[in-house]
């Protein structure tokens, strides 16, 4: 530690004030921060003491709740590619194979994305903020594991720079960052992100008879008689149940990488919250706003997609990925109390209606997260003028 | 009759070094120090006396020049040694090199029926010039209170929730009568009512229970529930254009001996506390007073910070500094200018913190004292919000909508988010749980200086 402090300390005075390295203080400044706390003391006037947080503590915890979502994606990409070729597997094999995948997306989400983070804090003059340590690793939890890497590298500079940077950088965003990476492959490379590409299968390999990469959205979407009745029959002769009820929840289905398991997600939403971090009125009211609009097209019924029971939309797509890691962003969520409810709770509706109505766009989390993004400040706004009326009323009597 | 309010937000913030019931008579101090800078909103201080001038407690040092009756006073006898200026021939102190004891200077003596009946112009030309006036706080914008008006109520604060608190039990034993004619006194300003906020944890002392012509209130939960902003804002929040005064009971007692005694007198307890100090407890000893003598071998180490006042709030003074005019409470912290390898991801037990985040372990022991030390823990970075802001302010106020409007020059906006019901004490937790590390008490107090200029 002594070595690292003092070599540290030999170089520190080039990137001060005057150092011949002036310019690039702010990128000796986030590594000497991440090897070791500051040691910078409190004003003589004011709070004397800190909190032992720091944003960088913040956010490691964030990305330790998506550890188990990682996980299981790794797993599950490995154990996908096995299904659809009709072999049998080691589970080594198939972590192997899924961390193949998984490891060159987050190298290249980090590195395209610190990358620009620190050429903007260079340019600018302004610490590296944290905030892409989250990022950085719900982009690649996003992406379909078969992903072309350069698509990934294009979608998280696009997000870094035109999400980000444009609007001032960490704190000043107005959507969130991962998912305007995904919208833009999304309307960028339709034919990569859409359709089946769910599964790893690689080049010239034979499926096993009968398989088909369809999600249980495009399943449900598609349709015609009882989506129960189809979601049975899916998979019969090479993967029987993929989509009963219960393997849906444990997200052992095609899908992007880190987003099938609800069960995963519910484990990452259960660190956020009780640590704080995670926006538990968000997570709550997203479900209880799909699982409402599940119910109420479950009512009005007409086709069998609104027929389908409510409770399952909550289980497919990335409905519990959006709600515990996207929308609880806390820069582009509503910044109240009682605008979290109402944000979280719109989100559900909306993934739902998306989901049911727009033939064009199989999920609706993503549209649904970047459309109350875009709102959140108005919904902040009424919230923030019930406070203000009460203070006028109280005034007046 | 006194209301009951029941706060379920907050944090205290668990310090080692909390005082033990003795109370120890320190020596007369050598020098005792007047300080404007204690003062918030004074517009330009003019000094009344020269070095070399001998005076008595009671003596004017110095006034405002826009408002010159207010006078601030010597709080002993003694020789003007120093005037200290700063930046600007800012007025910074006047040190008064002080007598053994103390000769005061004579008021006129009133007795305790004459309270209710004296003119209320002559109660007041009395503490103008004695200097017990600067003992009340004018809310808005916590200033000094402004004689010409009349305030919709007067608001005390019995206890102090802040780290290391001292107990005002001690602080203010056996002074229950002087108490009451401060009552008596005060309630002559206003047509409202004179709260007395008390805490439901601790049993009250009579100076407060006992106390006739004031509403008792009893308040529940955890700091900032003794900050009296809070209290207000719960009893009879201030609206646009209102006016509310608040006063320790320090001064109330001040108040009540300058008319049964007809003295200023200055003498004070205070709690030396923290987890640098060998033996914290009680010194009785005066207002602006040098903390030399209070701190000789009673530090457990050399490198340390003297805070006079809490760690939330108060000012950092040095080892030969001088008490706050308003502290009761000298704190005593290591400083923390160290390097910590891979300070920010290390699980810890032994730093405390609000938030449970990966690695802070605090929260599993609640009752654990700890040593902490002025090190900010992290360095500062954009805004992110986190809604932890509003858990520590038992208000219905959202702080940090109000401290952007405050950054964004937005008066009106600051004023609608309520600017008027906070001074920077009752929002101080905001900057201690802050994962950016801003500086939330100056940037209220800029927002503040910004409504009462414009």
Redesign the interface.
């Given at each position: 530690?002594k070595f690292?402090?003092n070599q540290l300390d030999k170089v520190k005075h080039n990137f001060e004030k005057g150092g011949k390295l002036e310019k690039y203080y702010y990128a000796y400044?986030a590594f000497e921060?991440?090897?070791?706390?500051?040691?910078?003391?409190?004003?003589?006037?004011?709070?004397?003491?800190?909190?032992?947080?720091?944003?960088?503590?913040?956010m490691?915890?964030v990305i330790?709740a998506m550890v188990p979502c990682l996980l299981f994606g790794t797993w599950n990409i490995g154990h996908q590619h096995f299904l659809a070729l009709g072999q049998t597997g080691t589970f080594g094999e198939k972590i192997l194979l899924g961390l193949g995948q998984v490891v060159p997306l987050i190298i290249v989400s980090y590195g395209v994305g610190l990358g620009i983070e620190f050429v903007f804090a260079i340019m600018r003059k302004?610490?590296v903020?944290?905030?892409y340590l989250v990022t950085g690793m719900l982009i690649p939890l996003v992406m379909p594991p078969d992903i072309p890497l350069w698509q990934v590298a294009v979608a998280t500079a696009f997000a870094v720079v035109i999400g980000k940077e444009a609007f001032g950088?960490?704190?000043?965003n107005v959507v969130n960052i991962a998912l305007t990476a995904r919208a833009f492959l999304y309307f960028a490379y339709p034919s990569q992100i859409s359709g089946e590409v769910w599964t790893l299968l690689g080049e010239g390999v034979k499926t096993v008879q009968g398989y088909s990469g369809a999600t249980p959205l495009a399943v449900a979407a598609a349709s015609t008689g009882n989506v129960m009745n189809d979601f049975a029959q899916f998979g019969s002769g090479w993967a029987e149940g993929i989509y009963s009820l219960n393997n849906l929840f444990l997200g052992i289905r095609p899908g992007s990488v880190g987003e099938t398991s609800t069960l995963m997600c519910l484990v990452g939403a259960a660190i956020l919250i009780?640590?704080?971090?995670g926006?538990g009125r968000i997570i709550v009211s997203v479900f209880a706003g799909a699982y409402a609009m599940g119910l109420l097209l479950n009512v009005i019924g007409g086709n069998p997609f609104m027929e389908m029971p409510a409770h399952y939309h909550l289980v497919i797509g990335g409905l519990a990925f959006g709600a515990v890691f996207m929308a609880t962003d806390?820069?582009t969520a509503t910044?109240?109390?009682t605008g979290?409810w109402i944000y979280g709770f719109l989100i559900g509706v909306f993934t739902v209606l998306i989901r049911v109505f727009n033939p064009a766009y199989p999920e609706g989390i993503m549209l649904a997260i970047l459309l109350m993004n875009v709102f959140a400040p108005l919904i902040?706004y009424f919230v923030?003028n019930a406070?203000?009326n009460?203070?006028?009323k109280?005034?007046t009597v | 009759m006194g209301k009951f309010v029941r706060l379920s937000k907050g944090f205290d913030?668990k310090?080692k070094g909390k005082p033990s019931a003795q109370v120890f008579d320190l020596e007369m101090p050598d020098t005792v120090s007047v300080k404007p800078t204690d003062f918030q909103g004074l517009y330009m201080p003019k000094v009344l006396v020269n070095q070399g001038d001998t005076v008595q407690a009671g003596t004017p040092l110095f006034h405002d020049k826009q408002f010159t009756d207010i006078s601030f006073t010597s709080p002993v006898s003694g020789e003007v040694v120093e005037v200290v200026r700063g930046e600007k021939r800012k007025l910074l102190e006047i040190r008064i090199l002080a007598d053994r004891k103390t000769e005061h200077k004579a008021f006129r003596k009133v007795s305790v029926s004459d309270l209710s009946t004296l003119p209320v112009s002559e109660l007041r030309s009395q503490m103008l010039e004695s200097g017990v006036w600067t003992q009340l706080i004018q809310r808005p914008f916590g200033i000094i209170a402004d004689p010409n008006v009349k305030p919709k109520a007067i608001h005390i604060s019995a206890f102090d929730s802040s780290?290391c608190a001292p107990d005002y039990s001690i602080l203010f034993k056996g002074q229950d009568h002087f108490f009451q004619a401060g009552v008596d006194v005060l309630k002559r300003f206003t047509e409202g009512t004179i709260h007395i906020n008390t805490i439901s944890t601790l049993e009250i002392s009579t100076l407060f229970s006992q106390v006739k012509g004031a509403q008792v209130n009893k308040f529940h939960g955890k700091h900032p529930a003794g900050c009296v902003g809070v209290q207000i804002h719960h009893l009879d929040?201030i609206?646009?254009?209102e006016i509310v005064w608040t006063i320790n009971p320090a001064g109330v007692i001040q108040i009540g001996k300058l008319f049964l005694n007809g003295v200023y007198d200055a003498t004070k307890i205070v709690a030396l506390t923290g987890p640098e100090v060998k033996n914290p407890q009680y010194y009785r000893t005066v207002q602006g007073a040098s903390v030399k003598k209070l701190l000789a071998g009673n530090l457990n180490s050399d490198h340390c910070?003297v805070?006079s006042g809490n760690?939330?709030?108060?000012?950092?003074i040095g080892k030969e500094g001088h008490l706050g005019y308003f502290d009761h409470q000298v704190?005593v912290?290591t400083?923390?200018?160290?390097?910590?390898?891979?300070?920010?991801?290390l699980p810890?037990v032994n730093?405390?913190?609000?938030?449970?985040?990966?690695?802070?372990l605090?929260f599993l022991n609640p009752s654990k004292e700890y040593k902490?030390?002025?090190?900010?823990?992290?360095?500062?970075?954009?805004?992110?919000?986190?809604?932890?802001f509003?858990k520590v302010t038992p208000m219905?106020?959202?702080p940090?909508?109000l401290l952007k409007a405050i950054m964004a020059n937005d008066v009106d906006e600051m004023e609608?988010?309520?600017i008027y019901e906070v001074i920077?004490e009752d929002l101080?937790l905001c900057?201690?749980?802050?994962?950016?590390?801003h500086?939330?008490?100056?940037i209220l107090r800029d927002g503040l200086e910004m409504m009462r200029t414009s």
């Open positions: 530690m690292l402090r400044e921060t991440f090897l070791f706390a500051p040691n910078t003391t409190t004003h003589g006037k004011g709070v004397h003491v800190r909190d032992a947080i720091d944003l960088k503590r913040l490691m915890t330790l302004h610490p903020n944290e905030g950088g960490t704190g000043m009780i640590t704080g971090v926006s806390p820069v910044h109240t109390g979290k902040d923030l406070n203000k009460r203070r006028l109280r005034a | 913030i310090l780290p929040a609206n646009k254009g910070r805070i760690v939330l709030t108060g000012t950092q704190t912290l400083e923390g200018d160290y390097y910590e390898f891979l300070g920010w991801i810890t730093k405390l913190s609000f938030s449970r985040a990966f690695g802070l605090s902490l030390d002025t090190n900010t823990h992290g360095e500062e970075r954009s805004f992110v919000q986190s809604g932890v509003e219905d106020i959202y940090v909508h609608a988010l309520g920077e101080a900057e201690f749980v802050d994962v950016s590390k500086n939330v008490q100056e």
